[in-house]
């Protein structure tokens, strides 16, 4: 068997120990979307009128319209925990044991995001079954066809946390990420409601959650729940996934890695 | 740790050497800077397979940037290195023959010291079955089989240390890289572990690249670099660089070297 599907399967397990062996990881995971699936939104049930939009054929309740976003927020926030993991890796350094591997740089990295989707699917697989618990009506046939589109927007939200990683040297700095990428790239995208219904109230912006690449990611999984295929947001996830993982790739290359003022601790 | 056990390397525990070239590392013309401050200046240095050579130098000589060199976390400015007679900066598959104990650890500690081994091995093309059997015999040989599930995280300094070795070992490198590998153990530790360390060129048939301050790591059949101010200011064996310094000892050659 080859050697990259050796070294592909090896990350792979390892990102699936680690995930449980850090149970509060899993809780955490958890809880965060299913707290806006049963709080957050039983409040704005009443407060948030929708219309009968694309993909939907008919009127659905609010909790029914946040499920494709919030499925989109465990991707993010798994992706952006996958970069905090490298940034601790690199603190502790065991990140050089994987950058000393025979292999090239990219396919190592691209290992590291397939492993992080991986973790992220199952996170979905078990907020899907809580959810359905809880009384959500959705079919489980639509999860199974968004399944290829989930593979590529946790790449794409994996990438953007890869290059992030790359940047971010301290741990202590991820506070600033939290802030100032993950929840704006979240409150900014139609995970939590229409676009149109921001643009009633800002049509600046409305247009910067048309340009999040998070939006994107989030219509595309929530066409795919309903057998239908968002061309226009797929193309726009695929092309940000190249662009977000050649960064990545730039930005671990060791000729670049010093001159952005990395030690040998990486 | 138990300062009792012996580290007596077994040749027929670890696979034959890649032997594929007239020299397992080649350094050529090496140079590099971190912005204005030059680390490495113009280094040249050739290890053959299975020979043994200390870098010695005080903190901050460059041995550490050599390293990060040669296992490719940097790249150069200047200069080339091949590893078995192959080039890094063309091919990422150089790096197979290589072994490498860092100087700070990085085993992963919420993983056990199986899971940390086998996750290298998968690193390195090697299979899971193989790799199991290599860990089992490698761990054995170690004294730390007792340890084999236990996590990282409950291991001391001197078993880490060791699980580190181990792994550098595991996919039989033809040039093993120890940057400080006894730095922060205590002494029956450290002497055990110099000693089994010492012992590998010769049981397996590696070249071990030896980076240390601590001259006590030295054996007179070891050949010695000095590093300074990023250059490499003496190269041969003890008797010969004791001859061509006119000094007695290690520290009076290291004295002679940073003040000329």
Not at chain 1, 123 to 135: D, E, S
Not at chain 1, 152 to 170: D, E, H, N, P, R
Not at chain 2, 94 to 104: D, E, H, K, R, Y
Request: hydrophobic residues 50%.
């Amino acid at each position: 068997m080859s050697r990259y599907w050796y070294a592909m399967t090896g990350i792979i397990r390892r990102e699936l120990m680690r995930f449980v062996h850090q149970r509060e990881r899993f809780v955490a995971a958890l809880i965060r979307p299913l707290l806006w699936l049963v709080v957050f939104a039983a409040g704005f049930r009443a407060a948030l009128g929708l219309s009968i939009i694309p993909p939907y054929q008919t009127y659905i309740t609010y909790e029914v319209y946040i499920i494709p976003g919030l499925i989109g927020m465990i991707q993010l926030f798994n992706g952006m925990q996958s970069s905090l993991s490298m940034v601790y890796d690199q603190e502790m350094g065991s990140m050089r044991v994987l950058l000393t591997a025979p292999l090239p740089r990219w396919f190592l990295l691209l290992c590291k995001l397939i492993a992080g989707v991986t973790v992220s699917l199952l996170q979905i697989a078990v907020f899907l079954m809580v959810a359905k618990l809880t009384g959500i009506e959705f079919a489980y046939e639509g999860a199974l066809q968004a399944l290829p589109i989930l593979i590529f927007t946790g790449i794409m939200l994996g990438s953007l946390g890869l290059l992030i990683a790359s940047v971010v040297k301290q741990l202590e700095n991820f506070a600033g990420v939290m802030n100032f990428v993950i929840f704006p790239m979240f409150f900014l995208s139609s995970a939590l409601y229409p676009i149109w219904k921001m643009q009633e109230s800002s049509e600046l912006l409305a247009t910067v959650c048309q340009w999040n690449p998070f939006s994107h990611a989030v219509e595309a999984i929530r066409f795919a729940f309903y057998g239908q295929f968002n061309g226009v947001a797929m193309t726009l996830v695929l092309a940000c996934t190249i662009v977000f993982f050649l960064l990545a790739c730039w930005s671990y290359n060791p000729a670049r890695r010093f001159r952005a003022g990395r030690t040998a601790a990486a | 740790m138990s300062t009792s056990t012996s580290l007596t390397a077994d040749p027929e525990a670890v696979p034959a050497m890649h032997t594929t070239a007239n020299y397992a590392l080649d350094i050529r013309n090496l140079s590099f800077r971190y912005g204005d401050t030059t680390a490495l200046n113009d280094i040249t240095v050739s290890i053959k397979p299975g020979e043994s050579v200390i870098l010695l130098g005080p903190n901050g000589a460059g041995k550490t940037t050599l390293f990060s060199l040669i296992c490719g976390l940097f790249a150069a400015d200047n200069g080339s290195i091949l590893i078995n007679g192959r080039s890094l900066l063309k091919r990422a598959d150089a790096l197979a023959p290589l072994g490498i104990v860092f100087q700070s650890q990085t085993l992963d500690l919420d993983l056990s010291v199986e899971q940390n081994l086998m996750y290298f091995c998968a690193l390195q093309g090697i299979a899971r079955k193989e790799a199991r059997t290599r860990i089992t015999t490698a761990l054995k040989r170690m004294d730390l089989s007792k340890r084999t599930h236990d996590k990282i995280r409950t291991l001391n300094g001197g078993h880490r240390r060791r699980v580190e070795i181990i792994r550098a070992t595991l996919h039989a490198p033809s040039i093993l890289l120890l940057d400080e590998p006894t730095v922060g153990l205590d002494i029956p530790t450290r002497t055990e572990l110099i000693r089994y360390l010492h012992e590998l060129p010769e049981t397996h048939g590696c070249a071990i690249l030896w980076a240390t301050h601590l001259i006590d790591e030295v054996h007179d059949t070891d050949r010695v670099l000095m590093l300074h101010n990023g250059e490499l200011q003496l190269d041969g064996t003890l008797d010969a660089l004791r001859h061509s310094t006119n000094t007695t000892s290690i520290e009076s050659m290291m004295q002679h070297v940073m003040n000329p």
